[in-house]
């Protein structure tokens, strides 16, 4: 049974450059066609898309966050990691990874999330 | 705001049936699957119905979506104190090139 953990820094300071990576246990990234997601949610607020990186490569990223943001993987470690550029406090919010699948990419598995602030 | 659009919050007493609406438009619903996804207090989001109306193994069946046209809804009967969460739809947007959610949907069952 797939498993998805994420780990970071949980604070940034405004400017800088948000790295989390996500950690998949039980299942190799690289098998299969998977999508791997990343997806915040501020305090109080609804889910927000960031972006995702499909198994053979290609990636989609949310239009409002797409000049800062990149996804990778790196199937040595298992692992898909988010690059979020020129934070603010605006970006401060819980990070969850997950799993997608098939068409258009459900979201079948998620991480147990992790906060990140940004403030100086 | 969100791309697809929920009630903020919807409401009923234990054992009755509520819905939720997810409304959207031809580049998202219209087109794709929709899926959504149960957030309780403090917890991650998890799958809940998946292609409009499937369910993942071990969600009951007390659980439901559909979908006509550009709106989608899911249906919970037998409301369970256990069922307060918030309840999310989420979809494929074939113009934006990107994954959508709704604002979500806040149960409360009295």
């Known amino acids: 049974q797939v498993q998805l953990q994420e780990s970071g820094p949980g604070l940034v300071k405004p400017s800088q450059t948000l790295s989390l990576t996500c950690t998949v246990s039980g299942g190799s990234i690289s098998s299969g066609s998977y999508y791997w997601s990343w997806i915040r949610q501020p305090a109080g607020k609804g889910l927000e898309w960031i972006g995702r990186?499909?198994?053979?490569?290609?990636?989609n990223y949310n239009p409002s966050l797409k000049s800062r943001v990149t996804i990778s993987v790196d199937t040595s470690k298992n692992q898909f990691s988010l690059k979020l550029s020129s934070v603010t406090a605006a970006d401060t919010a819980v990070y969850y990874c997950?799993?997608?699948?098939?068409?258009?990419?459900?979201?079948?598995?998620w991480g147990q999330g992790t906060t990140v602030t940004v403030s100086s | 705001q969100s791309v697809l659009t929920q009630p903020p919050s919807v409401s009923a007493a234990p054992g009755q049936k509520v819905t939720i609406s997810c409304s959207g438009s031809?580049?998202?619903?219209?087109?794709?699957?929709v899926s959504w996804y149960q957030q309780l207090p403090g917890t991650a989001p998890k799958l809940l119905i998946y292609?409009?109306?499937n369910r993942p193994s071990g969600i009951p069946d007390r659980f439901s979506g559909s979908k006509s046209g550009t709106s989608a809804t899911l249906g919970i009967t037998g409301l369970q104190t256990g069922d307060e969460a918030d309840y999310y739809c989420?979809?494929?947007?074939?113009?934006?090139?990107?994954?959508?959610f709704g604002g979500g949907t806040k149960l409360t069952v009295l």
């Open positions: 292609e409009n109306d």
């Open positions: 031809s580049s998202n619903i219209g087109n794709n699957y």
């Open positions: 989420g979809t494929w947007d074939s113009s934006l090139s990107a994954w959508v």
């Open positions: 990186i499909y198994t053979r490569g290609s990636t």
């Open positions: 997950a799993r997608g699948y098939g068409v258009p990419g459900v979201m079948d598995v």
